[in-house]
């Protein structure tokens, strides 16, 4: 079974500052997706950013980028230049090619101004 | 456009009384999902639809939880004989297809008393 570990329960970053967000699976499979979602206190959970197992390129949004290492099966989330607006529970999720979907315990991010 | 729409936004009922819980996606989606979130968790998949394939539902975690969706549109999530373990935020989604990002709506939160 696909698992998804997200190592760290708490973060906090200063305003315009980079943080990292850390995200690990495990899976047998060699063709998957990977995908970081954002949910703002008491407000909706939106997509973040979207990974493609087989693209070796790192997926880049704006001030969201990853740093995806398939081999070491590590999906981190950078946030350039943090905004207040940032403040958030951050998902990592997996969904496999045979739609196993699984998501991490998520990590609540705070912005500091 | 509209977006994803589950109601009721809260619920609140005795333990022992079934509660049934409703979603509109995003017209044209034709991927629906549910998922269970407890305060301060991650999400846990419940059951997702693909068109008129038969769900998966093997992240329903007893027999007391049923879903359906009618039409290849509007889905309901029922739970008989709630117990207070079921206490949570339910959450559905939807998407183009599987694999693609997903579109959450704002959740119920469910309380048994």
């Known amino acids: 079974a696909q698992t998804v570990t997200q190592s760290q329960p708490e973060m906090s970053v200063q305003e315009a500052e980079t943080v990292t967000l850390s995200c690990t699976y495990d899976?047998?499979?060699?063709?998957?997706?990977l995908f970081w979602y954002k949910q703002p206190p008491s407000r909706q959970m939106i997509l973040v950013i979207r990974q493609e197992a087989y693209k070796q390129q790192n997926a880049t949004e704006n001030r969201f980028s990853v740093n995806f290492q398939k081999a070491a099966k590590s999906f981190s989330l950078k946030i350039s230049d943090s905004q207040l607006g940032d403040t958030a529970m951050y998902f990592c999720a997996f969904i496999s090619g045979n739609n196993d979907m699984r998501f991490g315990a998520g990590t609540r991010l705070t912005v500091k101004p | 456009g509209a977006g994803v729409s589950q109601s009721p936004s809260n619920k609140v009922t005795e333990k022992g009384k079934d509660v049934e819980l409703r979603c509109d996606p995003i017209s044209g989606h034709t991927a629906l999902y549910w998922y269970r979130q407890s305060l301060g968790q991650g999400l846990e998949f419940l059951i997702y639809?693909?068109?008129?394939?038969?769900?998966?539902k093997s992240g329903l975690p007893s027999d007391r939880f049923s879903a359906e969706r009618t039409g290849g549109s509007v889905s309901t999530l029922t739970i008989q004989r709630t117990q207070q373990e079921d206490s949570a935020v339910y959450l559905c989604?939807?998407?183009?297809?599987?694999?693609?990002?997903?579109?959450f709506g704002d959740g119920t939160r469910l309380s048994i008393l």
């Open positions: 989604a939807s998407s183009t297809s599987l694999n693609q990002p997903q579109h």
């Open positions: 639809f693909q068109g008129n394939s038969a769900p998966d």
């Open positions: 899976t047998s499979e060699s063709n998957y997706y």
